[in-house]
């Protein structure tokens, strides 16, 4: 299998990413459209075969995940996925979606599969009929997931794979044998065992003889915190990416914790110091392209992040509020009426997500954000996308989850206290894009709204609360290049 590799250019770099919110929110259609205006338009690998399935029992509005399943390179494989879930029409308001099967270590687990043809057909839609750059994004704390993940995003052309919450030292190893077809090896971390739970995947697998093509190992970017993760990272070519993300504690989603002790502050968010500010002039002088990410919304800022010799910014709350987001309308609506009163509260939970890694809860009422909502919803870990895997006394691997039932994470020896404010982030994530999972006699699950602490741009770019697509932020972001064309 040959694989066909590009050489990095200095101008062939995007001065803009859009961050890749999941679960959806950077879904197919807003990856596009950034695309199409030239800049990096990224999507979430997050989840991505719940919301195949969930779609396609959905009836596949428009048909565009027929359309992309049309174009997998193992036509029996995606016609298995066609008739175990597509619904013609869509299933009832009063019926239940199909469960989503669960991966684990075992090397037949049929979850493999269904994501390698999730992550294809995002990734194929995303960059449907344009030239522009597609990119997809990875949590390294989602380690089952991650490897049959990437190979349908490389199956379908990808052209970054964008890796953070972690340290994704193994990730550009593993895009270059996925590129070449080969079998690789990905190390999961295991609860009670001293070394990583080493994970086999082969290709020939999935491919059952078919022939793909010449296939592209796609860019790696690491996302990190402080230049400390990213000399690391840099110290050989195992695991050096070809670039960096560096993304500060106001982003939305999952940020790293602060250096030292944990302090919080009176509304019992943590507390960041100048420690916890990345030096840019070390990124610089590793030599590698790197954005920066986090607060970084404005022409201004854009010049600012060019003029400390960055390649450009990521930006994702301005694309998680506009019309080619993902996120649910009325969702969308309330953040940015509730923004423009400034009646909105964003806060850095210490405690929401099952990962440890403070997590970015916006307050809206009837989310998981609300007391009265959270504590009405029964505890249900179904979706399983952050447990972890461990050795229990037996000697084998099982999973938990401090967000799934209380009983059971301590029968599986879990500690109580650990379950104490965590939220079930994969059934809320996927309420918040409008495929929430429908409980018998308890409707559908709550969602929960994350976006990042710096929502200013909206008084710029939507100051009625009116409106706006990617074209206009792209427009509008445009302007911090007119003096930094020589950067």
């Given at each position: ?84 879930y ?18 684990t ?62 340290v ?9 044998g ?69 993304e ?30 990345p ?22 800022r ?22 080619e ?30 990962t ?9 009422p009837?989310t ?27 000697g ?29 982030l ?16 308890r ?23 009116g409106p ?20």
């Amino acid at each position: 299998m040959r694989t066909v590799r590009t050489a990095t250019k200095t101008a062939d770099l995007p001065w803009l990413i859009q961050g890749g919110m999941g679960v959806g929110v950077s879904g197919w259609r807003l990856a596009q459209a950034v695309a199409r205006t030239g800049q990096l338009g990224v999507v979430s690998g997050t989840a991505l075969d719940t919301l195949l399935i969930r779609v396609l029992q959905s009836g596949d509005p428009g048909g565009h995940l027929r359309r992309a399943l049309a174009a997998f390179p193992v036509p029996e494989t995606a016609e298995a996925v066609l008739a175990r879930y597509y619904v013609e029409g869509g299933i009832g308001a009063g019926e239940l979606y199909a469960a989503t099967p669960l991966l684990t270590v075992d090397p037949a687990c049929p979850a493999r599969e269904l994501t390698v043809v999730a992550n294809f057909c995002e990734v194929w839609l995303a960059k449907e009929g344009h030239g522009g750059p597609v990119g997809v994004n990875y949590l390294e704390k989602v380690q089952l997931a991650t490897v049959p993940a990437m190979f349908g995003a490389v199956l379908a052309g990808v052209d970054y794979v964008l890796v953070g919450a972690g340290v994704p030292g193994q990730i550009p190893r593993i895009a270059r044998g996925l590129a070449r077809c080969e079998p690789v090896t990905a190390r999961v971390d295991v609860e009670g065992d001293d070394r990583p739970f080493e994970l086999d995947f082969d290709p020939a697998s999935v491919l059952r003889g078919a022939d793909p093509g010449p296939l592209r190992r796609p860019r790696v970017l690491a996302i990190v915190s402080l230049p400390a993760l990213a000399t690391y990272l840099n110290r050989d070519d195992e695991t050096r990416p070809d670039g960096f993300v560096v993304e500060g504690h106001l982003a939305g989603g999952h940020s790293a914790p602060p250096r030292g002790p944990m302090r919080l502050d009176e509304r019992g968010d943590p507390l960041y110091g100048p420690r916890d500010t990345p030096d840019l002039a070390k990124m610089a002088a590793l030599g590698l392209p790197f954005w920066i990410a986090g607060g970084q919304c404005g022409p201004e800022r854009l010049r600012e992040a060019r003029a400390a010799g960055a390649a450009g910014v990521q930006l994702g709350s301005v694309f998680a509020l506009c019309e080619e987001s993902g996120m649910a309308e009325g969702l969308r609506r309330q953040v940015v009426e509730r923004e423009l009163a400034r009646e909105l509260t964003v806060r850095n939970d210490p405690a929401a997500s099952p990962t440890s890694f403070p997590f970015k809860v916006a307050d809206l009422p009837g989310t998981l954000a609300d007391p009265g909502t959270s504590a009405g919803r029964a505890r249900v870990c179904d979706l399983g996308y952050l447990r972890t895997p461990y050795r229990t006394e037996r000697g084998d691997i099982d999973y938990r989850c401090p967000a799934e039932p209380l009983t059971a994470y301590v029968r599986k020896g879990g500690a109580a206290e650990q379950t104490e404010g965590r939220q079930c982030l994969c059934n809320g994530l996927m309420s918040a894009v409008g495929f929430g999972q429908r409980r018998p006699r308890r409707g559908v699950e709550p969602p929960v709204v994350t976006i990042g602490q710096d929502l200013d741009f909206l008084r710029e770019i939507a100051p009625d609360g009116g409106p706006y697509d990617v074209e206009t932020v792209v427009r509008w972001l445009s302007a911090g290049l007119t003096e930094t064309a020589s950067v």
